[in-house]
């Protein structure tokens, strides 16, 4: 077995609670750098430690070892915080609803081994919790149209969202955020974190939510195999409890059947999520699935969009930039011919624009 193929062995060993299958010798500086590129490090670390145990290097097991005990670490300080945060917005009658990380965490068999990130936590009443969260947190760290951030801690961060999400195109945003709003309204998913009850989405609404998500990163910075993992795990824990008429009218409405179908199949093939588990599953799209998990393995989390980004010259910073965009180019073409050309020709004149400081609305790309 190739290191790729001991890689994702390994990651649906992991993400499935299973023992791994694996042959060959293992290459562990390749499969840390596999694992790390596409932020499941932990899934991977558990994985190897079960089926390899005590047969490894003292030094190697205690490094998987250090990983699998931080990210399990990492996983009760989010969840003390979320507690703590959501049960004082609510003791100001501040609703408050998990988007995404810990609530999907809370999805997968071994919650635990998903490696962890910032917390979102949307509001309705942005106004009344902001105050509360600076009370709580202190000084925003960060302030955006759509979310204010704070520091928690050594490592951690909070969002808090005024907006699930904000389309570019006027006509979508306005439908989207009425389908946001009920979805973040009304029948909403419990999951127990710290001991105590959080909401997150409607369950119809959270799958749809978390694919537009995945899509947008694909498109714009790069992605990481860890948000795959995010959606088919969500996929998996509610089969047969999503609304299918709904979610097919919004992704049809929103451009998203396709995308959604091609996805479902590289879900498939790279994570051994059953076909049934994914609605509108569509096996003739396989062979662009494959290319996705392609796509997947070269391109990982946004560390090529990443390139020369703190970097003091303009010019290499510009042209990272430029080899990050035809990279993805080259890769998404045989998947999403449209998209690609889309995306490209705007990721280049949003570029020009701001080279010449003329200033344009941020496509993704910086």
């Given at each position: 077995m190739t290191s790729t193929e001991i890689y994702l062995e390994l990651l649906r060993a992991g993400l499935w609670n299973r023992p791994a299958?694996?042959?060959?010798?293992?290459?562990?500086?390749?499969?840390?750098?596999?694992?790390?590129?596409?932020?499941?490090?932990?899934?991977?670390?558990k994985a190897i430690l079960d089926k390899l145990g005590d047969k490894l290097p003292q030094k190697t097991h205690d490094f998987f070892q250090d990983v699998v005990q931080k990210c399990e670490k990492s996983h009760q300080a989010a969840n003390s915080v979320i507690a703590y945060a959501t049960q004082e917005l609510a003791a100001e009658d501040i609703s408050s609803v998990l988007l995404k990380g810990q609530g999907i965490a809370s999805h997968y068999p071994v919650p635990t081994i998903r490696q962890a990130g910032d917390i979102d936590l949307y509001v309705k009443d942005f106004s009344r919790a902001r105050a509360v969260m600076t009370r709580l947190f202190g000084t925003e760290t960060e302030v955006g149209s759509k979310h204010v951030t704070y520091h928690v801690g050594g490592t951690l961060d909070i969002e808090l969202h005024k907006y699930t999400e904000v389309l570019a195109k006027e006509s979508q945003n306005a439908e989207y955020q009425r389908i946001s709003d009920k979805g973040t309204s009304e029948d909403l998913e419990l999951v127990r974190l710290d001991g105590h009850f959080v909401n997150t989405p409607e369950s119809t609404f959270n799958a749809f939510y978390i694919f537009h998500h995945l899509w947008h990163h694909f498109i714009g910075m790069g992605i990481g195999m860890r948000q795959l993992c995010d959606w088919a795990m969500f996929l998996h824990s509610h089969k047969g409890k999503l609304d299918e008429a709904r979610l097919g009218e919004w992704l049809e409405s929103f451009g998203l059947k396709d995308a959604w179908q091609v996805f479902g199949c590289a879900a498939v093939q790279a994570l051994a999520l059953p076909s049934e588990d994914v609605p509108f599953y569509d096996a003739s799209k396989a062979r662009r699935g494959s290319r996705l998990v392609d796509f997947f393995l070269v391109q990982g989390d946004n560390r090529a969009f990443k390139h020369g980004r703190h970097d003091q010259s303009k010019l290499r910073h510009k042209g990272g930039s430029l080899r990050f965009i035809h990279r993805r180019l080259k890769l998404m073409f045989p998947i999403f011919p449209g998209k690609a050309l889309l995306q490209y020709v705007g990721d280049i004149k949003n570029g020009l624009l701001k080279l010449f400081k003329a200033g344009t609305p941020n496509l993704g790309l910086e």
């Open positions: 299958v694996v042959s060959g010798s293992v290459k562990f500086a390749e499969l840390v750098e596999l694992a790390r590129h596409q932020n499941t490090l932990p899934t991977v670390g």
